[in-house]
């Protein structure tokens, strides 16, 4: 029974841990610019419900924001420059409660790693 546990809390911390991977690089690459739309960073999503263990899923998904600046350098021809369409303060949050999250699942499965060491005193 107790390596269910530490299987689903081990399951936990992977899940989190690929938020975490995903909102971080969603972040990195905010800025980065592109000439064509086809270019552009595609944003990254996990995805439960893709998976019939409930295990994380990675997803991409192609958000362009537009801007018209035709000094830039990457301006395309009509003085276009594309962007991922990363809203900061939206995978900012996403961050938090992955780590908070993943702090919690940690916790739990060192509760379980006590309680299953006790256990074993108690049997001597």
Do not use: C
Request: no cysteine.
């Amino acid at each position: 029974m107790s390596s269910d546990l530490y299987a689903i809390s081990m399951q936990g911390l992977t899940n989190e841990r690929a938020k975490i991977e995903a909102a971080s690089a969603n972040i990195a690459n905010m800025n980065m610019v592109a000439s064509d739309p086809s270019q552009v960073y595609r944003l990254k999503r996990v995805d439960f419900s893709a998976s019939l263990t409930g295990q994380a899923v990675l997803t991409e998904v192609h958000s362009v924001k537009t801007n018209y600046q035709p000094e830039h350098p990457l301006a395309d021809k009509q003085g276009f420059i594309y962007q991922p369409d990363v809203n900061l303060a939206s995978e900012m949050l996403q961050l938090n409660l992955a780590n908070r999250a993943y702090e919690a699942n940690i916790r739990a499965f060192n509760a379980l790693k006590d309680m299953n060491s006790k256990a074993m005193e108690i049997g001597k």
